[in-house]
């Protein structure tokens, strides 16, 4: 079984944040895992870091991040997505942080985004 979730912004709405919240929540049996599919960004050309908070944690750099995906913004298909694991078997709403660097608390920002 799998599900697709589709998110999008304007530019003057879009801070870097995407946020999603279900009237009832999504209760998942078993293991399941996470993936970017698709993204589009306007006006951003280079690597995005994906971030949530329905992800196990990775390590980068030897630092443990919430990290979903790396896309490249220049592309609008991400040719192999990289899936990682959903530690929450309830999900009542989904987070999303887009980052130009990992480590950084900077994050992408006035561009259209779906």
């Known amino acids: 079984m ?3 979730l589709n998110f999008s912004a304007k530019a003057d709405n879009f801070k870097g944040t995407l946020h999603s919240e279900f009237a009832k929540p999504f209760r998942l049996r078993g ?6 599919y698709s993204c589009h960004i306007l006006a951003v050309e280079r690597n995005v870091w994906v971030m949530s908070d329905i992800v196990d944690f990775s390590y980068v750099n030897e630092i443990p991040m919430r990290v979903m995906d ?27 942080e887009f980052k130009e660097d990992p ?9 259209d985004i779906t």
């Open 2 to 4: 799998s599900f697709f």
């Open 31 to 36: 293991d399941w895992e996470v993936g970017v």
């Open 70 to 96: 790396m896309v490249d913004a220049t592309d609008t298909k991400n040719g192999k997505p990289m899936y990682s694991k959903v530690i929450r078997k309830t999900v009542s709403s989904i987070n999303i």
């Open 103 to 111: 480590t950084s608390e900077t994050l992408v920002a006035s561009t």
